[in-house]
Every structure is written in C-alpha cells, then in structure tokens.
C-alpha cells in the first residue's frame, strides 16, 4: 500500500506541479507526521483534497460523497489510487462515523474533513452550519489541524477555466487539541471551525497583489452569472476573452490582472451574485429555459445512466425536460438535496431515485428552484 501512495504521489505532482504555483507553509506543524489527526480544510476549488494531500507523508483519508465514486475517473482513483471513506445515499451519520473512528484507531490513519461539502462558487467560504462536523470533532475527540487555502479560487476558478500556474498557497497549523475539544462545548468548536475556514479570495489579493495569467478568463461565467447589472437582463451574459458582455449592452466588465472586475460598481463575483439573487423572487416568477443532458444514478452498481439530451423548462412550479423520445416532469416541492457539483451539474433525489442534470444555466435554475421551495 504504502508503494502505491508513493506511486499516487509522485502521478499527481507531474500532473499539477506544472499547471500551478504551489506554496506550502507549516506552523508547529510536520508534514511527516504518522500519527493520526482529523484535518479540516476550506474548499475554494474542485481539486482541493488532491493538493492538500500532495506534501503529507501518511495522508489522511478523505471522507467523500457516494456521487463521485459513480464516476469511473474518481472511483478508479479512491478506491485503487489512495484509500477513503465513502459517504453513501442512504448510509446513517453512525455508520459513517464509524467508519471515521475504526480509521482512526484501528488503522491509525487520519481523516480529511471539507466541511463546506461544495467547492466554492465565487470565491469565499460557503455559509452553511457546521454543527454536525464539530459534533464529530467533539466525540472522536481527537488533534484537529487545519489546512487553510488562499488564492486557489483565483487560480481555478470553479465556474470557469484554470489560470497559468496560478498561486496556490496551502498553510498548516494545529487548531485543536483534545484537552481543548474536552473542554469545549459543541456550539463552541463549531464557531472555532467556522473562523477557522472563512476564507475570502478577493479580498486576500487586495493585499498580496498577485497577478493571474490568462487570456480567457471570463471564460464559462455566464454558467453561474444569469444577471446584467446594467440593464437587469437575464440569460444575457456572455464572455469574451476577459470580457465580460451583455447581448443587450455590451462590453459591461473587465476582469484585470488581480482577478478584479472592472467596469461595474462592485468588483468582484461574490457581489455580483449577491445583486443577482435579489432578483431571483421576481425571475422565479417567469418561464425558464435551458438546455442539457439528464442522467439517472445507480449507485449499487456505481453507474451513470445517459437518459438523453433534453430542453429544460422550469414553469408552474414543475421542471420538465423533454425531447422527441421521453418528458420528465419533476415537481419543484418534491425535489430534496438539490446540489450544484462539479462545474454544471445540478444533483437531486426525487422519489427513490438520484439524478443528475448538466444543464446551460446551473446556477440560476438552483436558485430559482430553492427560492420556489422556500430555502
């Protein structure tokens, strides 16, 4: 085994050592370490448990969601490549738990804990409770240290495409110790872990003035931006290069060399979405169209079934995807779990089944379907 992670090891470095700057810094920290330890990090890009791990000696083993091992490429890589903990449809918090602990104790490894569960869409920490994690941290009981990242949204953004050996700066350091989780009570871990990975990548650049190169980086934001500031238009977003355009107005922004927009009155993506989402009651309201491919999930045989490339309509409360063979029609009130992941696939359970729908507008369509649901 222990060949084989070195093997996994080395595989990765050539893969990503020349697309990225790494920097890897350690406080009271040894990336040699052996000894078993909960490692909590924040989630600013897709790739983020591959380049923690990448500089640790004996990795911890991450505890990953049931849908990535319905993918060849990730199951081939977490079950033959290295070792983790699957979180399964249908698996009780107790089962997972303890598959956490016997990993901690019996075969004295380590777990890798993203408590986000969802890469970052715009650059800043998700807000979401972490109660659940700091009920895990206060029964295990055991060191929590923390893998804190900066610039990795920069440099990869989700939505988009990644920049040329864009900065990646990953830091270590003990948060917790067991006396300190003993005497701590669960609402106080968890405020301890939600400091702990705030992160805001804009913001971290304002002082580290660090340049991002590309030539395409607007590139794919139209799959998470739906909204013009200038003219409130919806689905009129389009990329250029750096460009940002709208098919009504334009040229509306520029994103420079820091990653910054220019052009508009905020500068950044987390604003952006934030003036966006203020339109979502009124956008609710309307017919929605798209297009993109429906997929159902057999997770007892780890298979993705293609069930075609559809039109997507989201109307009277009831998205419909159609195409000249097959109509599915999923009442928005009984969709649960709805989930953005990787770049464009929006990931539900309706009934007793899951699905998955790569579809044009991502981002919109989950917004306006939480806000039609009342979340």
Same mark, same amino acid.
């Given at each position: 085994?222990r060949?084989?992670?070195?093997?996994?090891?080395?595989?990765?470095?050539l893969i990503?050592?020349?697309?990225?700057? %790494?920097?890897?810094?350690?406080?009271?920290?040894?990336?040699?370490?052996?000894?078993?330890?909960?490692l909590?990090?924040?989630? &600013?890009s897709?790739?983020?448990?591959? %380049?923690?791990?990448?500089?640790?000696n004996?990795?911890?083993?991450?505890?990953?969601?049931?849908?990535?091992?319905?993918?060849?490429?990730?199951?081939?890589?977490?079950?033959?490549?290295?070792?983790?903990?699957?979180?399964?449809?249908?698996?009780?918090?107790?089962?997972?738990?303890?598959?956490?602990?016997?990993?901690?104790?019996?075969?004295?490894r380590?777990?890798?804990?993203?408590?986000?569960?969802?890469?970052?869409?715009?650059?800043q920490?998700?807000?979401?409770?972490?109660f659940?994690?700091?009920?895990?941290?206060?029964?295990?009981?055991?060191?929590?240290v923390?893998?804190k990242?900066?610039?990795?949204? @920069?440099?990869?953004?989700?939505?988009?495409?990644?920049?040329?050996?864009?900065?990646?700066?990953?830091?270590?350091? &003990?948060?917790?110790?067991?006396?300190?989780?003993?005497?701590?009570?669960?609402?106080?871990?968890?405020?301890?872990?939600?400091?702990?990975i705030?992160?805001n990548?804009?913001d971290?650049?304002?002082?580290?003035?660090?340049?991002?190169?590309?030539?395409?980086?607007?590139?794919?934001?139209?799959?998470?931006?739906?909204?013009?500031?200038?003219?409130?238009?919806?689905?009129?977003?389009k990329?250029s290069?750096?460009?940002? @355009?709208?098919?009504?107005c334009?040229?509306?922004?520029?994103?420079?060399?820091?990653?910054?927009?220019?052009?508009?009155?905020?500068?950044?993506?987390?604003m952006?979405?934030?003036?966006q989402k203020?339109?979502?009651?009124?956008?609710?309201?309307?017919?929605?169209?798209?297009?993109?491919?429906?997929?159902?999930?057999d997770?007892?045989?780890r298979?993705?079934?293609?069930?075609?490339?559809?039109?997507? #309509?989201?109307?009277?409360?009831?998205?419909i995807?159609k195409?000249?063979?097959?109509?599915?029609?999923?009442?928005?009130?009984?969709?649960?779990?709805?989930?953005?992941?990787?770049?464009?696939?929006?990931s539900?359970?309706?009934?007793?089944? #899951?699905? @998955?729908i790569?579809? !044009?507008?991502?981002?919109?369509?989950?917004?306006?379907? !939480?806000?039609?649901?009342?979340?």
């Amino acid at each position: 085994m222990r060949l084989i992670e070195e093997i996994g090891r080395i595989t990765l470095k050539l893969i990503f050592y020349p697309k990225y700057h %790494f920097l890897f810094t350690y406080k009271n920290f040894d990336p040699k370490r052996k000894d078993p330890y909960i490692l909590i990090s924040n989630h &600013p890009s897709l790739h983020d448990p591959l %380049f923690v791990s990448l500089k640790l000696n004996k990795y911890p083993y991450p505890v990953t969601g049931n849908l990535l091992y319905t993918n060849p490429i990730y199951n081939f890589l977490l079950t033959k490549i290295i070792k983790s903990i699957a979180k399964r449809k249908g698996q009780s918090d107790v089962q997972t738990i303890r598959g956490i602990i016997d990993t901690i104790h019996k075969k004295k490894r380590g777990i890798m804990l993203f408590p986000e569960g969802n890469a970052s869409y715009f650059g800043q920490q998700s807000d979401i409770p972490l109660f659940t994690t700091a009920k895990l941290v206060k029964k295990i009981q055991h060191e929590v240290v923390l893998a804190k990242i900066n610039g990795g949204y @920069l440099a990869a953004p989700r939505w988009g495409v990644r920049r040329d050996k864009g900065d990646f700066h990953i830091h270590y350091e &003990p948060l917790l110790t067991p006396q300190d989780i003993n005497q701590m009570t669960v609402e106080q871990i968890e405020k301890k872990l939600i400091d702990a990975i705030a992160f805001n990548d804009y913001d971290w650049n304002r002082e580290k003035k660090i340049i991002y190169k590309s030539n395409q980086k607007a590139t794919g934001i139209n799959q998470y931006i739906y909204a013009c500031p200038k003219c409130q238009g919806i689905q009129t977003i389009k990329p250029s290069g750096n460009d940002i @355009l709208c098919n009504h107005c334009g040229k509306i922004a520029h994103i420079n060399p820091y990653e910054l927009i220019e052009g508009l009155p905020f500068d950044n993506f987390i604003m952006w979405d934030q003036f966006q989402k203020k339109m979502i009651p009124e956008i609710s309201q309307k017919e929605l169209h798209s297009s993109g491919r429906l997929i159902e999930i057999d997770f007892q045989r780890r298979r993705r079934i293609v069930q075609g490339d559809m039109a997507i #309509t989201l109307k009277d409360k009831v998205l419909i995807l159609k195409n000249q063979k097959h109509q599915h029609d999923f009442h928005v009130d009984q969709i649960e779990g709805l989930v953005l992941t990787q770049k464009n696939f929006l990931s539900f359970d309706y009934g007793e089944k #899951t699905f @998955l729908i790569r579809i !044009n507008d991502p981002m919109l369509f989950m917004d306006s379907i !939480n806000y039609i649901k009342g979340e």
